[in-house]
């Protein structure tokens, strides 16, 4: 919950201050999601105990992004993930998303992981 917590307060911090700024002084830039969201041919985590900061910052930007959507305040890029989504599978569909958009690397990566989200999951319109 303490995870959480502090990767949401990261995350607001992050967005309200550079979202669209080079990633220089942020900690989660585009290629550092990649690097500890990383999984090997078989599925396991490359840097051990990463997993726990990549689904902990993916689900801040989740909940940040339901919080403003309860407000009435959500972005044009709106995305909504099933209830029957897990968030080991958010987080596979997050990493490769980043890898296949390495135009994101240099920057803070809330943005691009909005931007993967609404790629797989729009509201009200069908998957890719």
Known sequence: MLLRILAIVLLCGMVLTASSERAAAARFSGAYLVKI???DAQGNEIAPGAHAACQSYISGIMD???MLRSMKMAPDINFCIPGSVTLNEVHLYVLEYLQR???HDAFVAAPAVLMGLYEKYPCGK???
């Open 37 to 39: 969201c990383g999984v």
């Open 64 to 66: 940040y992004h339901n």
């Open 101 to 103: 958009n390495p135009q």
């Open 126 to 128: 069908r998957k890719k």
